[in-house]
């Protein structure tokens, strides 16, 4: 179950709706799928825990397109889906710093 302000069955929210915004993030924190930090934000009760680098291997982030998870480093590797060939908002890249500890900390 993805958290948050969803608004459709493909993960998009209240803060992030095109077309391509349809992954949500499986928090280490708290072991929730949200689609942005800011669903976190506004719905959890503690600050966000990024993965770290160690995690990477994790299934962590979820296609909205068709349920897949993909692990912090398939995601981080991908464009786009691997099960389905959705493609993912290339402009998430500017948030990866909020979810996944950098390479080069």
């Not at 391509?20 to 280490?28: E, G, H, V």
């Not at 770290?52 to 998870?69: F, K, N, S, T, W």
């Amino acid at each position: 179950m993805v958290r948050g302000a969803v608004v459709d069955d493909e993960t998009r929210c209240a803060h992030y709706h095109g077309p391509s915004d349809i992954i949500a993030i499986k928090f280490r924190c708290c072991g929730e799928f949200y689609p942005c930090f800011r669903c976190h934000q506004d719905a959890a009760d503690h600050p966000i825990e990024r993965w770290p680098i160690a995690d990477q291997e994790q299934p962590a982030v979820l296609c909205g397109a068709c349920g897949h998870v993909l692990t912090v480093r398939g995601y981080l590797d991908s464009s786009g889906c691997p099960s389905c060939s959705a493609q993912f908002n290339e402009r998430c890249a500017l948030h990866h710093h909020l979810y996944f500890e950098p390479a080069s900390v």
